[in-house]
């Protein structure tokens, strides 16, 4: 039997790519057949009731609005009786087999009903059929000459329709009621599945159409529709539309390469969250997770990520089980937790917005991640590339994480680690620097900056690492403290310099030729300082008595 969820025209079927012109060439064209009695064996009866009152569609925006009025209007006023009526089949196309009573996304109006010849018992029933009274009235009927092979074999809906237990007939008929706004959309879609094109372009017909080809499944026609969308200029409007689209769980994928060229657009055009953080708050719950979902994502760290998450979730869903429902379920899971400082993570955990067990488990997993080796950190990454929360992969951050060891005994004391990548080092030339992220002693604030620089007595550049103190105001704070960094070819951390300082707010110190090399030799393919392309760096911090 025929697979019901297959287009048997779908370019998937060829042996080539479907989106290559060849597999493309070898579609079958019925367009001579179509609307033609010579090539027809059934009449297709299209009855088109009135729009809601308004309805306009210019823009997307307009798009957009009246098909979110249509649903609600639709759900509130269509109501048909299917059981009185034993001398018409009567199926609407999210009723034709229990196995689709998931299908959710039917948002129109669209009734099919068969009609046949009535024996004697069930005319002495037809009193019984009735419409509901308020239902919209059909202001046009148009009748069209269709081939039920075709149609059956380009979409599952047509093919149950036609296979549903219909006795032979010469003068069978289908009737289709449909909004006068969708009437454009079937017309194109049903010669689309004569001819394999259509003749409109604009974004809002197209999406029409693709609506259409969603309902009446006809995978083949959806993804034309979206390859010939993602071919128009794409912006935050539309973008924004084309993810929050109702297609079906079993459409899904034709549809997929639009909704990723949208995701794409909106990760690249607010990577820059700080920069375009008011116009993200306005942002939907679609919008949002595609940004946040970004490796590319250009933030200061996994904190302030966190920070926005909660600012942008209390400002769009004020009810506690709500917000907590939507963190636990979507935007917690764009929250790279491994990344964030451990003094944030603390908070995390008191946290009353997050689902404490959900919450719990993602603080102790990324706990786990933070103390393990280095080649077991890049391991776990690797594994979860393809994960879609991605928690194991590190973004560009502009305040690069630090992994830190603590100590209260003897004396108070903190070990700090910092891994760079080689690249990363590379782009830092000529005068380039990267912070860390801010950790922790007595109390008080400390990061870590690596520059490079020009060496005052050779000038030539160089490799520096610097110890730098958040400004709080007057305090003064007396510290031992130590560089050191992995060395091949033992690989066993060496120490490059040490010394003590008394800090003020603000004030940084370190050494501007860490390695007493020039740059060049620094960051050369064999230099000692990178192992498995990355620069481990150590200070440790100890408050001086």
């Not at 999210?94 to 009573?101: F, V, W, Y």
């Not at 942002?283 to 200061?300: F, K, N, T, Y």
């Amino acid at each position: 039997m025929m697979d019901q969820n297959l287009d048997l025209f779908d370019p998937r079927m060829a042996v080539m790519d479907p989106e290559s012109s060849p597999s493309r060439a070898r579609d079958p064209d019925f367009g001579f057949a179509f609307n033609d009695s010579n090539f027809s064996d059934r009449l297709l009866r299209i009855e088109i009731m009135a729009d809601p009152e308004g309805f306009h569609c210019q823009s997307l925006a307009d798009w957009a609005r009246n098909r979110k009025r249509r649903r609600d209007d639709i759900n509130k006023d269509m109501t048909l009786d299917i059981t009185a009526c034993p001398e018409e089949q009567i199926i609407s196309c999210n009723q034709i087999d229990t196995e689709d009573a998931e299908n959710e996304n039917q948002d129109e109006s669209v009734v099919a009903m068969i009609e046949e010849p009535h024996s004697g018992d069930e005319a002495a029933n037809t009193d019984d059929c009735s419409w509901n009274f308020d239902s919209p009235r059909v202001v046009k009927v148009k009748t069209l000459h269709i081939s039920s092979p075709i149609l059956a074999a380009r979409s599952p809906f047509f093919y149950k329709l036609f296979s549903n237990g219909m006795r032979e007939s010469e003068q069978r008929q289908v009737t289709l009621r449909i909004n006068a706004s969708e009437e454009a959309a079937l017309m194109e879609l049903l010669n689309f599945m004569y001819s394999n094109t259509l003749t409109t372009d604009t974004a809002p017909a197209l999406l029409d159409v693709l609506m259409a080809a969603d309902k009446f499944e006809v995978a083949s026609c959806m993804r034309y529709c979206s390859r010939q969308l993602r071919n128009l200029p794409m912006n935050p409007e539309s973008a924004l539309l084309y993810l929050e689209l109702p297609s079906s769980v079993l459409m899904a994928e034709a549809v997929q390469p639009l909704t990723d060229a949208a995701e794409q657009f909106l990760a690249a055009r607010y990577k820059d969250i700080t920069k375009f953080q008011d116009e993200v708050m306005k942002l939907p719950l679609a919008g949002v997770e595609a940004i946040l979902s970004s490796d590319d994502l250009q933030v200061a760290s996994e904190d302030a990520v966190y920070d926005f998450v909660l600012k942008w979730t209390r400002a769009h869903y004020p009810q506690f089980e709500e917000r907590r429902e939507i963190l636990g379920s979507r935007l917690g899971r764009c929250i790279r937790f491994p990344f964030m400082s451990c003094r944030k993570l603390r908070k995390v955990l008191a946290c009353n917005d997050f689902d404490q067990e959900f919450v719990s488990k993602l603080v102790l997993e990324a706990l786990f991640y933070k103390a393990e080796a280095p080649h077991r950190q890049r391991s776990q990454a690797a594994e979860e590339s393809s994960s879609p929360s991605r928690r194991f992969v590190e973004r560009a951050y502009k305040y690069r994480p630090v992994k830190v060891v603590d100590f209260e005994f003897p004396r108070q004391q903190c070990v700090v680690y910092l891994d760079l990548k080689q690249e990363e080092c590379a782009n830092l030339f000529p005068s380039g620097r990267v912070y860390s992220q801010a950790f922790h002693l007595g109390g008080q604030g400390f990061f870590l900056s690596a520059h490079c620089n020009m060496d005052q007595q050779s000038s030539f550049h160089c490799f520096g690492l610097f110890l730098g103190m958040q400004e709080k105001g007057s305090v003064t704070f007396a510290v031992d403290y130590e560089f050191a960094a992995r060395t091949k070819p033992v690989e066993e951390y060496v120490s490059k310099y040490k010394g003590n300082y008394t800090f003020t707010g603000g004030k940084a110190v370190g050494y501007r030729n860490l390695f007493a090399i020039p740059w060049p030799s620094f960051i050369a393919e064999d230099s000692p300082y990178f192992i498995n392309g990355m620069l481990h760096l150590r200070a440790e911090l100890t408050i001086r008595n």
